[in-house]
């Protein structure tokens, strides 16, 4: 089946009868409503009714969790025995998400024409990266496609826990700060004018403080248009400059590393992703020096995958592992031991499954102990900002009680 063809196929509901009489129905991806037919026939089915489906509302988008969770799915019902065939069809036709539902479906199709499962995978380079598609491949060639899977699916929610503890440890104060930056432009907009009415009638002058709240009030009133534009028009900027530069990307990634607290949590959050590439793909037979370009682009940052082809490099001149790591200054000194164990023992895929576990630990422990570094001072940030602005505005009525008294 050529890639033209396969592009040209679409969604299908059916409805028909089997050899009993009994009423089924379900979905396929085919190229027509002939071939749905005639694929109902092979299996023993008379079509009643044949719908294409639109492609106009998805429905959703397939995400890294969906890949995930697929990836276990077909790990078990291939393990217990399902033929590969069956299993996109119980996977596909059970999923919620319409966009992934007729993914899996297109794959059983490509699959059921013939070709190998790594070749359909590598259709969807979307979804699929290489590393999948090559283990996949190294699994069919090796007839030990089961065992792959269940090692894929491992890596896949190995990764996707790693990326949830990171985003969780970025959120969280980004939400924060986001609460009181509304906050505080409500309380500019709405309810420092309010005062500001109250004080004209005092016919005195305005503590100093009380009058840069109420010039800021103003100047977000009259001129907050352009603050809106301005972080619109930096925000655009950034994102386009990130996606065309890599030096860009490069210096950010490395500035981003050295950050307190969070720049730990991305250097042994790329160690792990690294150590546990490297596991994955040693363990389904990958060549070391061919596994170093999936191991780099499994990393995440820039700096590691840059140190990572400078260490493919130097393994690939007969350099140890250990010591073209040692080279790049970014590994400790507990990795490359681990690794130079793994080498002199010939169990170089359980070293780096350890030095993964062992980092995908240290992650989980510093997020949660950002968390709770973090929740008090951006309370007491959010506190200093709110209460502020409450103070600035009962300043002038405590000197009028002053004043009076």
């Not at 059921?112 to 070749?119: F, I, K, N, V």
């Not at 996949?136 to 699916?153: H, P, T, Y």
């Not at 359980?350 to 950002?370: I, P, Q, R, T, W």
Request: proline share 3%; aromatic share 8%; glycine share 8%.
């Amino acid at each position: 089946m050529s890639d033209s063809a396969a592009a040209k196929q679409f969604p299908f509901s059916w409805e028909g009868t089997d050899r009993r009489g009994k009423r089924v129905k379900g979905k396929l991806v085919a190229a027509s409503e002939a071939a749905v037919r005639s694929e109902m026939r092979r299996q023993g089915l008379v079509p009643v009714k044949i719908r294409k489906q639109s492609n106009l509302f998805k429905g959703g988008k397939v995400t890294t969790t969906d890949i995930a969770i697929f990836s276990r799915q077909l790990a078990t019902m291939m393990s217990s025995g399902v033929p590969l065939v069956q299993s996109f069809e119980i996977i596909g036709n059970g999923h919620e998400n319409r966009a992934m539902q007729e993914l899996v479906l297109s794959i059983k199709t490509s699959v059921e024409g013939g070709t190998s499962l790594a070749d359909s995978l590598a259709r969807h380079p979307l979804h699929f990266d290489d590393l999948f598609v090559n283990l996949v491949g190294a699994g069919e060639q090796a007839g030990a496609l089961e065992s792959l899977l269940d090692k894929i699916a491992t890596y896949k929610e190995k990764t996707e826990a790693i990326k949830a503890k990171i985003k969780k440890a970025l959120f969280y104060p980004a939400a924060v700060v986001m609460v009181a930056i509304i906050v505080t432009t409500i309380l500019l907009i709405f309810v420092i004018p309010q005062f500001e009415s109250l004080f004209s009638g005092f016919g005195a002058d305005l503590p100093s403080f009380t009058q840069k709240v109420i010039d800021m009030s103003l100047f977000v009133r009259t001129k907050g248009w352009l603050i809106v534009i301005g972080i619109v028009a930096f925000v655009f900027a950034f994102i386009n400059f990130k996606k065309r530069s890599r030096k860009f990307r490069h210096f950010l990634d490395r500035v981003s590393l050295k950050l307190p607290i969070v720049g730990q949590i991305l250097n042994k959050a790329a160690i792990a992703r690294f150590a546990r590439t490297l596991s994955t793909m040693f363990a389904a037979g990958v060549p070391l020096v061919e596994a170093m370009d999936s191991v780099a682009g499994a990393t995440g940052n820039i700096v590691y995958e840059t140190a990572t082809y400078q260490i493919r490099d130097e393994v690939s001149t007969g350099q140890r592992l250990q010591r073209a790591m040692q080279d790049t200054e970014l590994f400790p000194n507990m990795v490359t031991q681990m690794i130079a164990i793994g080498e002199e023992s010939g169990s170089l895929d359980e070293m780096s499954g350890k030095v993964a576990d062992f980092y995908e630990a240290e992650v989980d422990n510093l997020v949660d102990s950002m968390s709770s570094l973090l929740e008090p001072l951006i309370m007491s940030i959010l506190g200093v900002l709110v209460g502020g602005l409450v103070v600035a505005m009962y300043l002038p009525i405590f000197k009028m009680g002053a004043v009076v008294s």
